[in-house]
């Protein structure tokens, strides 16, 4: 047998004990690197914008064969497309009209920064019944590069033309807004200390776990900061370390102190109470730490760069946040080690009825699921089935300007665009056509692109645009319907599955890009992934959790709860997002697909945190378990110990998640909002019915383990059974009266 208990329950009980005696310089250092990645990430060159590039598909081929044969066309430049509307029953080519927007547009063409303006009634941007125009502004560098005072070019020019009495509205990568300003932040933390302050009933014990929290995310956010130029990493990238970063951060050091407050209850003097805490409640956010990062980490099988990236940031959060609870909590505890006690302990009554028996609701609650186990389960799951139903009709896209707010002027140029030129002008696809092999190039395009405005749902073609080469050309297609249409997606497949007829012996081969072929693509090659990315975190986390608890059933058993409460929570996007039920409440003013990136994102995070709440609930029943409880014994002693502050603890990441949903961006708010239900369902319908439901169903054969597997399965005591046979070298703990007069 593999004998690995001391080095876990004890050598982190040995790190407790040694960071609360070494406080002091524990704590410098910890200032120390915070000051340390502060001044590297402020120094630090900007976040680039979001990189989307998927290789392996269609989209992504076409799109950099683009850019290798025109070579002076910029990856990712910014554009602005604005918009020229005429008052009601009135059209833009009318004299006054007409020459206010073409002293618009030589104004947008005074800009450093512009690389090309296409003036409207040159360029054949009028809509039919001459009610609308648009201009097409191209900058020379990329869209977060465009400065401020370009995008002051735009108002500027815009303002001429609304002087005329037209109105004019601009939209385009170069008009994105800035992020949320920190509103999210400010909301998620006051919730947090609300909760906090209600769990402890002291200001110190609820301020401690904020304040570790906040340091370990300012550790993490400006240690991303510092490498995001030279890794790539977004500022959405960052968006979502900070999410999970301070909703780890939080709940981890919470466990830690509530079970140093439980010990010091028990007797223990501050730091063997310590000392305990970190073994035990500290081994647990140890191994829930690790299940967070398997299931970031498992987005690299995905095979997208971005989520990759996102992924691995949110792991540094997550690790820091670890780190925090493991070494800097003990430490804070050492400056107060009697303040964070409840008033009672404080004032020295020991032993109160409320610290014999803590957790009193948990354990009515226990008793109930114990006597009725079955109704339990069958309402359990079928609340959630029911949720889980209109997961069936998810549509995964990338929602545009039409997801914005009608408030913004972006999603009104959209809006004109669309009613003036047909919705699918605001998602034209981009047809790369390789002539290499054509004996005329000319001619062979040509063909290709009148064989193609015959196709059922393509509204127009654009005139064909030969590099210097002549060996590539490119034009637009303008399907008939809008971007995240299906019958846009079926025009897409259509247009490749007919690349026989279309091309026609000319010798030429062509591929469809564009940002809504790409955005179709990612959605499909996500969809792909989904299951192998699935069997990669729950195969992991199951033999992890095999390790853990050492029973087969159980991992098995959360792996099943953590499935139904990610679906039904998917359900629960669809029907906010996608079918608008209580859009309104959450700033949802324009329904559609589900981002296709927010499934597979939110079932990564949801699947570690899942882990978690199982970690820190049945690691204490099999404490008692291995101490010789009987089954139901066991689950009535988890929930008194752990319900009450598993409890705080999903409440703080709801109120993380749910302050997310006030951002602006749809990928923040969609995300946001599936973390904050998925957690909700996880933690009290799975974790807290469901779960001690199906083990009291299943007795002891929730704790079997055949022989064999028994023998070969290393020790890892993540309930800290050892430390309780083993003062751990040090001199026999002493129990002593409460409080403890010094630590």
Known sequence: MIEMERPV??????????????????????????????????TAASAPADDFSVPGIESQTAFDLMQERFPGLTADAGDATVVFVAPAGEKVTAAPYKSAIESAVRQLGDGDQVAMVD???????????????????????????????????????????????????????AMEPGGGGGVAEIIAIGLAAVILLITF???VAAGLPLLTALLGVAVSMMSILAVSDAFGLSATTGTMALMLGLAVGIDYALFVVSRYREERARGFCAVDAVSLAVGTAGSAVAFAGLTVVIALAGMAVVGIPMLTKMGLAAVAAVVV???????????????????????????????????????????????????????????????????????????????????????TTQRRAYDALAKAFGPGFNGPLMIVVDVKAATEPERAVESIAGKMAGVDGVVSVSPALLNDARDTAMFEVVPSTSPTDEATKDLVRGLRDARPELVGGTGAKFQ????????????????????????????????????????????????????????????AMVLVFQK??????????????????????????????????????????????????????????????????????????????????????????????????????????????????????????AWWLPRWLDRILPRVDVEGASLERDPLGEPEREREPMPASAP
């Open 512 to 571: 469809v890009t564009g940002t809504t072929a790409v955005n179709i693509d990612l959605a499909e090659k996500l969809r792909d992934a989904l299951v192998p990315y699935l069997a990669t975190i729950v195969g992991l986390a199951v033999l992890l959790l095999l390790v853990v608890f050492r029973s087969i059933l159980i991992p098995v058993k959360a792996a099943l709860g953590f499935l139904l409460s990610a679906v039904a929570a998917l359900g």
């Open 119 to 173: 003036d409207p009634f040159q360029a054949g941007a009028v809509s039919g019944d001459g009610s609308a125009a648009y201009a097409s502004v191209r900058y020379a560098v990329k869209a977060s590069a465009v400065t401020d005072a370009s995008i002051e070019k735009v108002d500027t020019a815009a303002d001429v033309a609304r002087k005329a009495g037209l109105t004019v509205e601009a939209g385009g990568s």
């Open 321 to 407: 946040a670890v780190l925090v609870a493991l070494t800097l909590v003990p430490a804070v505890l050492g400056f107060v080690p009697d303040k964070v006690l409840s008033p009672s302990a404080r004032r020295g009554q020991v032993a109160t009825a409320d610290e014999k028996a803590p957790g009193r609701g948990g354990t009515r609650w226990a008793r109930l699921v114990l006597r009725r186990p079955i109704a339990v389960l069958v309402v359990g799951v079928a609340l959630l089935g029911a949720l889980a139903i209109p997961a069936a009709s998810l549509r995964l896209g990338m929602p545009g300007d039409e997801s914005r707010p009608t408030s």
């Open 9 to 42: 329950a004890g050598l982190l009980a040995r790190l407790g004990r040694f960071t609360f005696r070494r406080r002091g310089p524990v704590l410098l250092v910890w200032l120390a690197i915070l000051a340390g990645t502060v001044f590297a990430g402020l």
């Open 201 to 203: 009933g002291s200001l």
């Open 580 to 701: 608008g039920f209580a859009a309104g409440l959450l700033g949802v003013e324009q329904t559609g697909p589900i981002m296709s990136a927010v499934p597979i994102f939110m079932i990564g995070i949801v699947f570690g945190l899942a882990m978690d709440y199982q970690v820190f609930l049945v690691s204490r029943m099999r404490e008692d378990h291995v101490q010789g409880a009987q089954p139901r014994q066991a689950i009535e002693a988890g929930f008194r110990h752990s319900a009450r502050v598993v409890v705080a603890a999903a409440l703080i990441m709801m109120a993380v998640f749910a302050g997310f949903v006030a951002e602006v961006d749809p990928f923040i708010k969609m995300i946001g909002f599936s973390l904050a239900a998925a957690v909700f369902l996880d933690a009290f319908v799975v974790r807290m019915a469901i779960v001690p439901a199906v083990m009291a169903l299943l007795d002891r054969r």
